[in-house]
Antibody, heavy 118, light 109 residues
Framework: EVQLVESGGGLVQPGGSLRLSCAAS????????MNWFRQAPGKGLEWVAN???????YYVDSLKGRFTISRDNAKNSLYLQMNSLRVEDTAVYYC????????????WGQGTLVTVSS | EIVMTQSPATLSVSPGERATLSCRAS??????LAWYQQKRGQAPRLLIY???TRASGIAARFSGSGSGTEFTLTISSLQSEDFAVYYC???????????FGQGTKLEIK
């Protein structure tokens, strides 16, 4: 059974940093693009970043330079380092697996809440 | 960036009736369109990909159609568990810039 479990969310002050983790199991992690999404309270879904097994990575333009996606295939884990956090970064952050053949997302974690507030 | 627009924002339908949700892309995405269902407090769940292919385990009452810029998700006979928010997502862009519609909330009439 495919499972994705996010952790690392919490309360952080504006300007602070946070590192999210996503532990994957039930599939060959190294064979898939992995992604981060976020959803602000009461709002829609936003793709944040993704990373291929070989290290290629892409980001939504608005977050380039502040967020960094990484992965450890040996640990079946995906990470999101978030720096210079702003109030508007407050959201539930989800990791998700991109399907093998195309750019839709077939498995999602339950999400971890990041709250940026003073 | 391809902008996805869903309509209506809220749809009120009675159980057992048909629901039709629309999604429009600002430029052609061919058939590279997915639909997700999200219930309150839960992660999104993939329903449809390739505009019309049901994901594994998805009930036959869910169907998708369309190509290019106009897409439709139809739920043929609404069950109580279908009341949720539905999002469309395009995956035609490269480098990847996956974008979602703003969602349609399907509520009980």
């Amino acid at each position: 059974e495919v499972q994705l479990v996010e952790s690392g969310g919490g309360l952080v002050q504006p300007g602070g940093s946070l590192r999210l983790s996503c532990a994957a199991s039930g599939f060959t992690f190294s064979g898939f693009w992995m992604n981060w999404f976020r959803q602000a309270p009461g709002k829609g879904l936003e793709w944040v970043a993704n990373m291929k097994e070989d290290g290629n990575r892409y980001y939504v333009d608005s977050l380039k330079g502040r967020f960094t996606i990484s992965r450890d295939n040996a640990k079946n884990s995906l990470y999101l380092q978030m720096n210079s956090l702003r109030v508007e970064d407050t959201a539930v952050y989800y990791c998700a697996r991109k399907a093998e053949a195309a750019g839709y997302f077939d498995y999602w974690g339950q999400g971890t809440l990041v709250t940026v507030s003073s | 960036e391809i902008v996805m627009t869903q309509s209506p924002a809220t749809l009120s339908v009675s159980p057992g009736e048909r629901a039709t949700l629309s999604c429009r892309a600002s430029q052609s995405v061919s058939s590279k369109l997915a639909w997700y269902q999200q219930k309150r407090g839960q992660a999104p769940r993939l329903l449809i990909y390739g505009a019309s292919t049901r994901a594994s385990g998805i009930a036959a009452r869910f169907s998708g159609s369309g190509s290019g810029t106009e897409f439709t998700l139809t739920i043929s006979s609404l069950q109580s568990e279908d009341f949720a928010v539905y999002y469309c997502q395009q995956y035609n862009d490269w480098p990847p810039m996956y974008t979602f519609g703003q969602g349609t909330k399907l509520e009980i009439k």
